[in-house]
């Protein structure tokens, strides 16, 4: 995973702060009709632990799973969510068929993390195989780095988009995974004709209520020394988008893809 390489850290406190905003009715409403009281559910790539929760609260009668590379994310998680059906492991996510057994989860789901993954199709074939027959796998990501709406609209935070892009595929992660999960999925064998699943494509509006932050860390170095940004002009989009979560009524919404594959019986 891209987390894995120390180009970023899970438990980084920008990235915390903005993955707690996620919550299953935002991230997950595509899957949620679908559950079931007595599901076990595993949430790859759990982070600090939201959606696992919500999910947990959704079905009373069954299991949840929250699974996360770092193990200090995974642990402030568990601190602050606790539940009877719910718990939470540090663990690969892109070698799961090492971790559990086949058949393992009635719903396999994952927001936001595939497009971290080395090998994504290696990753959909071990979801596959921990599936139930009968379950589900979801799979929700960006469908690429468009800003759909900018309110308040600030120059500076679109100057620097590209820039933001460029460090995401630098920390080895695809932006445009939302573009080829289904072409993933086929690849994994999902849609083979003696399996018989049935995979639903969908897109929706993802509502970002707060800012990830300004770029940090060696690969801003990397950008100020190719003159390609400036100390300066990273000052500037940080107080930007302080600015932006500052003013009444602040929107940030990018565009969504989501994948159901309903494994047969």
Excluded at 248 to 254: I, L, P, R, W
Aim: some cysteine; charged content about 25%.
């Amino acid at each position: 995973m891209a987390y894995q390489d120390g180009h970023l850290g899970g438990d980084d406190p920008n990235i915390v702060k903005f993955y707690e905003s996620r919550r299953a009715e935002s991230c997950c409403h595509y899957l949620l009709p679908h559950l079931k009281p007595s599901y076990s559910i595993l949430d790859v790539g759990c982070g600090p632990g939201g959606i696992t929760s919500d999910l947990a609260g959704l079905v009373p009668h069954g299991k949840v799973l929250g699974i996360d590379l770092s193990p200090e994310i995974v642990a402030q998680a568990a601190m602050k969510y606790q539940a009877p059906n719910l718990s939470f492991e540090a663990g690969d996510a892109e070698i799961l068929d090492e971790k559990f057994p086949e058949a393992s989860f009635d719903v396999v789901h994952a927001h936001m993390s595939l497009l971290h993954f080395k090998d994504p199709v290696k990753a959909l074939k071990a979801w596959y195989r921990i599936c139930k027959p009968g379950g589900i796998i979801a799979c929700r990501n960006g469908k690429n780095f468009d800003i759909i709406s900018l309110k308040p609209d600030l120059p500076v935070i679109r100057k620097t988009w590209p820039l933001n892009e460029d460090w995401m595929k630098w920390r080895g992660s695809d932006p445009e995974a939302g573009l080829h999960k289904e072409e993933w999925a086929r690849e994994a064998g999902w849609l083979d004709e003696q399996r018989g699943g049935k995979l639903v494509m969908s897109e929706s509006r993802q509502v970002h209520p707060i800012p990830m932050g300004a770029i940090t860390g060696p690969f801003l170095d990397v950008l100020i020394k190719e003159g390609r940004t400036s100390a300066e002009e990273m000052v500037r989009l940080d107080q930007a988008w302080k600015e932006w979560e500052a003013t009444e009524g602040h929107e940030f919404v990018t565009l969504a893809s989501e994948m159901l594959y309903f494994k047969t019986k």
